[in-house]
């Protein structure tokens, strides 16, 4: 009777969890599609396909295949590459409010390619430039594991990670700071916004790589993340490698992180917010979250970049700035609601 | 059932954070034997049972299985072998029981989203063991003190591994759970599994082990049956304490009275 209803249940998880990366496949669908059709120019969904297999009028084509089609792919690989780092971090950190943006990953990555550009070592659309916001990206994590210690706690890992991020800050206005002219102070300010505009495939191509990686290392851990459930001894009696799995996080993040914000610049909090959303739903199983979470992440990404486009304002706002409009007051929010276990907890 | 299960360590030391925590600790398991350790805090029990479990490596001396040295073995293959319930049961999400139930069959390659029937019989059977299937489908986090415990026993029962190691398995338990988590672990050791706990209830410990090992800062100083290890002199020595100890038709009853 008990094997019934263990079967039934395994069974009804499976149906939950097929059913919600099916929505989420088709939201992602959805928002791909309605961010090729929303802009300045208004493109009804018909004429979309049509610019996109290139059989619109020219004006159509290039607006959807040159300008809209690179943001819209960006937004897809960037939000679940965020979504997807967020939910391993989570698993590996054991904590619902891990996130690369709280450990300084995206300002060291954003500071790294601010450098380059400011020293002149490399053009925008160089190879270079992803290159060395994941070295950015890697040195901020890598620091960071060494300030805190391989056993340390969440608390010191936040606390490094806001010292990190104040680093790079720091020094990312330094170089606004002594920038020769306001062009380059412009292209710096780029950097800390966050931003799909203007993107060409060539980024796509810049990024994609980095993330394909990145993906790869950070959907492999996902039975390592389930025996995390039970701390890090428990796990490792049952088979878990902890330090290549932290590795493996770590460079999967570095990777994926640095990627997207070498073409993109610096976006917050989706990370955050995407496993949150999708956890319920997956009966809490951090090995399960990985996917839908970074499907959450591209809808996330995909719906805020369009929504800076119907925003009515005089320059259009950068998604970076309303992902962390929104995803700052949701994370104080999270931390109001879990106050007392994270009291609770020795951090 | 056969069990093979030859856990021993062999003149082991182990160094954490500089300091030398365990020195020269010889230690064989046998099959079907269920073994306490026992000793004040810090005396490295814990150290002990992780080295057993093959998680800190030795300074000096070795932890085999079967003769072969556990570095020397996978992981994922020594997991299947030898079972570790850290104490404190700590559940970082709340996953219902039966998922956390189920991480036990991770060593023999089940995925939680699809069981196989060997590894939803070896859940059940741990469950229905521990008293836990009637809340399977409870968060785990929202469950009292004394079912929290036996969740992360059944979750070590689902390896069914031929070594046990339990640290501190009924430390803030209630008494009549502390029978149960102990029944349970010597039934174990009756079907031939070898099991190890750390206890601090001298008098627990006593009943419930067919062996006891001493250890005081870092050494065993005491090794053999219950009855001979646990003398009034070794109480005094080993824990600073004067004993009561009355012989009882079921054996003798150990209650620590006053400070030496």
């Not at chain 2, 988590?181 to 706990?197: F, P, S």
Request: proline share 6%; aromatic share 4%; hydrophobic share 55%.
């Amino acid at each position: 009777m008990e094997g019934q209803s263990l079967a039934t249940s395994g069974a009804t998880a499976r149906r939950t969890s097929a059913a919600l990366v099916a929505f989420l496949c088709a939201l992602v669908a959805g928002l791909f599609v309605a961010s090729l059709a929303v802009g300045a120019v208004a493109i009804p969904p018909g004429d979309v396909l049509r610019g996109l297999a290139g059989q619109g009028t020219d004006a159509i084509n290039i607006i959807v295949r040159e300008i809209r089609l690179p943001r819209a792919i960006l937004a897809v690989l960037i939000g679940a590459t965020l979504g997807l780092s967020g939910a391993a971090l989570q698993g590996l950190l054991r904590n619902p409010l891990a996130a690369p943006s709280l450990f300084g990953a995206p300002s060291a990555a954003a500071f790294a390619a601010v450098a380059t550009i400011a020293l002149g070592w490399t053009d925008v659309l160089s190879l270079a430039l992803p290159f060395a916001a994941m070295v950015g990206a890697f040195a901020s994590v890598g620091l960071l594991i060494l300030v805190a210690g391989p056993r340390a706690s969440f608390l010191i890992l936040i606390l490094a990670g806001l010292a990190i991020s104040s680093l790079a800050a720091a020094l990312t206005s330094l170089a606004l700071n002594l920038a020769p002219n306001p062009f380059a102070a412009l292209e710096i300010a780029f950097w800390l916004l966050g931003s799909l505009e203007d993107r060409s495939l060539r980024h796509v191509g810049m990024a994609a790589p980095f993330m394909a990686v990145a993906w790869v290392l950070l959907l492999g851990g996902g039975n390592a993340f389930r025996a995390l459930t039970l701390g890090e001894d428990a796990a490792a009696s049952l088979g878990v490698r902890l330090v290549p799995l932290r590795l493996r996080v770590i460079i999967g993040v570095a990777a994926g992180v640095g990627a997207g914000v070498a073409v993109s610049g610096t976006i917050g909090f989706i990370g955050l917010v995407a496993p949150h959303l999708v956890r319920p739903f997956l009966r809490h199983d951090p090995g399960r979250l990985l996917l839908p979470s970074a499907l959450a992440g591209a809808a996330l990404l995909g719906a805020a970049d369009i929504a800076v486009r119907l925003i009515p304002s005089q320059s259009e706002i950068k998604v970076g700035v309303l992902t962390a409009l929104i995803g700052a007051p949701f994370f104080i929010l999270l931390i109001f609601t879990r106050r007392r276990e994270l009291m609770g907890t020795p951090a | 059932m056969t069990k093979r299960a030859a856990v021993a360590t062999q003149g082991l030391a182990v160094v954490l954070g500089g300091r030398r925590v365990i020195e020269d600790v010889s230690i064989r398991l046998a099959p079907g034997a269920m073994v306490a350790i026992v000793g004040p805090n810090g005396a490295g029990k814990t150290t002990v049972l992780r080295a057993m479990a093959g998680l800190l490596p030795p300074a000096a001396g070795d932890v085999a299985i079967d003769g072969t040295s556990l570095a020397r073995v996978r992981p994922a293959d020594r997991a299947r072998r030898i079972a570790y319930l850290p104490q404190g049961h700590v559940f970082h999400w709340p996953m219902p029981v039966a998922d956390v139930v189920a991480l036990g069959r991770l060593p023999h390659g089940a995925s939680l989203t699809d069981l196989r029937p060997a590894d939803r019989h070896a859940v059940e059977r741990a469950m229905r063991a521990t008293g836990v299937a009637e809340f399977a489908d409870r968060p785990v986090t929202t469950l009292s003190g004394g079912e929290r415990a036996r969740v992360a026993l059944a979750r070590v029962l689902a390896v069914e591994a031929d070594t046990v190691l339990a640290d501190e398995p009924v430390t803030s338990l209630d008494p009549r759970y502390q029978l149960v988590v102990l029944d349970i672990l010597r039934n174990l050791a009756r079907a031939g599994h070898a099991v190890v706990t750390v206890l601090h209830d001298l008098g627990l410990a006593a009943r419930h082990a067919d062996r006891m090992i001493v250890l005081s800062s870092g050494r065993v100083v005491a090794d053999g049956a219950p009855d001979a290890v646990l003398s009034t002199g070794l109480l005094r020595e080993v824990f600073g304490v004067e004993a009561y100890r009355a012989e009882t038709e079921q054996g003798p009853v150990v209650v620590p009275w006053r400070l030496v």
